[in-house]
T-cell receptor, first 112, second 107 residues
Framework: DAGVIQSPRHEVTEMGQEVTLRCKPI?????LFWYRQTMMRGLELLIY????????DSGMPEDRFSAKMPNASFSTLKIQPSEPRDSAVYFC??????????FGQGTRLTVV | RKEVEQDPGPFNVPEGATVAFNCTYS??????FFWYRQDCRKEPKLLMS???SGNEDGRFTAQLNRASQYISLLIRDSKLSDSATYLC????????FGQGTTLQVKP
C-alpha cells in the first residue's frame, strides 16, 4: 500500500478563494482524521470519520470549513472563503480502531 | 485545560545524555496511548505504543500511570539523530495530540 496520500502538497491562494484539500486513506482503515498544524497551536484535530460518517467535527474552526467522505477511499477538506489565518499544514491520517495512525505528507497551505 | 499537555521544551542535551518527557491527559476513559516523533516539516510517525505494564524498545522506554493520568518517555544514550519533536497521543475514541516536546541533541 502506498500509505495515506494527500494532494496537493503545496497550495498558495489568494484570500477569498476556495481551497480543496484531498486525502486517500490506507485501504481497510475505517477511521480518517483531518488535522491542522501551526507553530502556535500545534496539531489540532478538525474532524474525524468512522466508516465514512463524520463523528466529531467540534474542531472545525468555523462554517468556512467543511469536510466530506463520499466513500472509503476519498475525503476532502474545503475552505470557502479562505483567509490568511488559515495558513497552516493540513494533515490527513487514517487508522483502524485503537491502532497506529498513519499520516499523509500534509498540504502546506498559504493564503495571501 | 487542554486534553493532553506536554512541556514544549526545548530540551537541549549533549550526546549520550538520558532525557525524559512527561505528558498528562484529562480523560480518564482514554483507551490507548502512543508516542509519535515528528521531524521538521515532515508528518508525525509512530515511535512506540504505551502499555500499562510499561514497554521498552532499544534506548526508548515508555511508561503509563493510569491513576495519575500520566505518560512518560525515557531516551537513554541520546544520539544526534534523536533531535525531533516528540508528541504524546491519547486515544479517547479520537486521537488527541499534545503540543509536542522539542529535543535538540548537541555534539
Amino acid at each position: 500500500d502506498a500509505g495515506v496520500i494527500q494532494s496537493p502538497r503545496h497550495e498558495v491562494t489568494e484570500m477569498g478563494q476556495e481551497v480543496t484539500l484531498r486525502c486517500k486513506p490506507i485501504s481497510g482503515h475505517d477511521y480518517l482524521f483531518w488535522y491542522r498544524q501551526t507553530m502556535m497551536r500545534g496539531l489540532e484535530l478538525l474532524i474525524y470519520f468512522n466508516n465514512n460518517v463524520p463523528i466529531d467535527d467540534s474542531g472545525m474552526p468555523e462554517d468556512r470549513f467543511s469536510a466530506k467522505m463520499p466513500n472509503a477511499s476519498f475525503s476532502t477538506l474545503k475552505i470557502q472563503p479562505s483567509e490568511p489565518r488559515d495558513s497552516a499544514v493540513y494533515f490527513c491520517a487514517s487508522t483502524q480502531v485503537a491502532s497506529e495512525a498513519f499520516f499523509g505528507q500534509g498540504t502546506r497551505l498559504t493564503v495571501v | 485545560r487542554k486534553e493532553v499537555e506536554q512541556d514544549p521544551g526545548p530540551f537541549n542535551v549533549p550526546e549520550g545524555a538520558t532525557v525524559a518527557f512527561n505528558c498528562t491527559y484529562s480523560n480518564s476513559a482514554s483507551q490507548s496511548f502512543f508516542w509519535y516523533r515528528q521531524d521538521c516539516r515532515k508528518e508525525p510517525k509512530l515511535l512506540m505504543s504505551v502499555y500499562s505494564s510499561g514497554n521498552e524498545d532499544g534506548r526508548f522506554t515508555a511508561q503509563l500511570n493510569r491513576a495519575s493520568q500520566y505518560i512518560s518517555l525515557l531516551i537513554r544514550d541520546s544520539k544526534l539523530s534523536d533531535s525531533a519533536t516528540y508528541l504524546c497521543v491519547v486515544n479517547t475514541g479520537k486521537l488527541i495530540f499534545g503540543q509536542g516536546t522539542t529535543l535538540q541533541v548537541k555534539p
